[in-house]
């Protein structure tokens, strides 16, 4: 039977209901969970550890780190590892978990609830189990299991805060589909192209700002004077920015001159950021900056937050950020 390890950080799948008013707390999960979900036993020889146990909005590099360290220095013991997360920030742990486990040779699973494990009609159950089931089999990559779907970690996005498919990959077809059947799509899988080694070096010095119409650049010119590395614009479609006022341009053409990159992604989740098809991109293009091309804003956000860390110059940055680290950017 294989061994797979459970690392759970908090989130909304082992709040328990706290009288009086019902409010959700951290619940006590191994009695909870042979108590409510006896049969995982079945399908695993399963081993729990709790790293810390957290809202994940409040998951953050420190924690990616102890993810990393933790299933890194495990690899060899364990079969497969399920890691219990909130649905909020989900993504963005994975996404730095495919980046810090280069070349990982088993599965990692991220899972988690829209409702807790102790509710009438929670999805908890299910995709513990599905989770499990995945972590057993042979797949080399992070990936996120929810709402019987497997999607590759790095490709996936939370769309939904009720439904409980809350996870779509909307530019990678998804790995696997859980129903009577568990189907893998193994042509879809990545291959292990060297040996596994582990990496969790990241940085927060960069900037965003999600533009709208009417935006001020005139409000957000001083982040150039913020000890910032790299700027993530979310601009509008395949990657437009206003044009008819300088200032972003500006921005940018003063990011540049200070050496740092700006990267424009979309606040579209579906497609292709390409700088060459509208005149607005195309100055921005023009200015200095580069496109994220069909990279999720997590994906594209934590990448950066990794090469931040691994390089100074500019130039570095944009090259590696268009290098394929884990299958989250297409070739």
Not at 54 to 74: A, Y
Not at 107 to 125: E, F, I, K, M
Not at 145 to 160: C, D, E, I, P
Not at 237 to 257: S, T, V
Request: hydrophobic share 40%.
């Amino acid at each position: 039977m294989k061994k797979i390890l459970i690392l759970h950080t908090g989130g909304t799948f082992g709040m328990v209901p706290k009288e009086p008013d019902e409010v959700l707390v951290p619940g006590n999960l191994h009695t909870e969970w042979s108590r409510q979900v006896p049969e995982i036993t079945r399908l695993a020889d399963i081993y729990i550890e709790i790293p810390f146990n957290m809202d994940s909005s409040n998951v953050g590099m420190e924690e990616w780190r102890q993810l990393i360290r933790r299933v890194s220095e495990q690899m060899n013991d364990y079969d497969g590892f399920v890691i219990i997360h909130g649905t909020d920030t989900m993504a963005y742990t994975a996404s730095a978990l495919s980046y810090g486990l280069r070349n990982v040779p088993k599965p990692v699973v991220l899972t988690g609830a829209q409702r807790p494990l102790a509710r009438l009609r929670s999805d908890a159950r299910g995709n513990l189990i599905d989770a499990i089931e995945i972590a057993t089999m042979d797949i080399p990559e992070v990936v996120i299991v929810f709402g019987q779907s497997v999607l590759r970690g790095n490709r996936a996005t939370k769309t939904s805060i009720t439904r409980y498919d809350a996870f779509a990959s909307p530019n990678f077809p998804l790995l696997g589909k859980i129903g009577l059947n568990v189907e893998i799509y193994r042509k879809r899988l990545r291959t292990v192209a060297g040996p596994f080694r582990s990496d969790d070096a990241f940085s927060a010095d960069l900037a965003t700002v999600c533009l709208f119409p009417g935006i001020r650049p005139a409000y957000y010119q001083h982040l150039l004077d913020e000890p910032v590395k790299a700027y993530y614009l979310t601009g509008f479609g395949a990657g437009n920015i206003p044009e008819k006022d300088d200032g972003w341009l500006d921005f940018i053409r003063r990011a540049r001159q200070k050496g740092r990159p700006v990267f424009i992604g979309s606040s579209s989740a579906h497609g292709n950021v390409d700088l060459h098809l509208y005149q607005g991109a195309k100055a921005a293009l023009q200015a200095g900056a580069r496109g994220t091309r069909d990279m999720t804003r997590e994906a594209a956000l934590v990448k950066l937050m990794k090469l931040c860390a691994l390089y100074e110059a500019a130039d570095e940055i944009i090259e590696a950020f268009y290098v394929d680290m884990a299958g989250e950017i297409t070739a």
